[in-house]
């Protein structure tokens, strides 16, 4: 399954690199949603909403080579 995903984001030349970091953000986001909603129904929700926060962080700075580079993209066209 993963190496079909993998060879659609290829046929649209995407890096091999930036293909493995979507997949992950896509696990450590349902991964969060799940503890997430297991703390709130802890009565947790406070917890909860904190780790949201951090792993919203840790997104963004895990997605930070994707960012840089859609960001150089961006200014070489423009």
């Known amino acids: 399954m993963?190496?079909?995903i993998?060879?659609?984001?290829?046929?649209?030349?995407?890096?091999?690199?930036?293909?493995?970091i979507i997949i992950r953000l896509?696990?450590?986001v349902y991964?969060?949603?799940?503890?997430?909603?297991l703390l709130t129904e802890a009565s947790l929700g406070n917890v909860?909403?904190?780790f949201e926060y951090i792993v919203k962080l840790y997104l963004?700075?895990?997605?930070?080579p994707m960012i840089?580079?859609?960001?150089?993209?961006?200014?070489?066209v423009v």
């Open 2 to 4: 993963i190496g079909e």
């Open 6 to 20: 993998t060879n659609v984001f290829l046929n649209f030349n995407v890096e091999q690199q930036y293909v493995t």
């Open 26 to 28: 896509i696990g450590i």
């Open 31 to 37: 991964y969060a949603e799940f503890v997430s909603f």
């Open 48 to 50: 909860g909403k904190m």
């Open 60 to 64: 963004i700075g895990y997605s930070l």
């Open 68 to 76: 840089i580079t859609l960001l150089e993209l961006i200014l070489s």
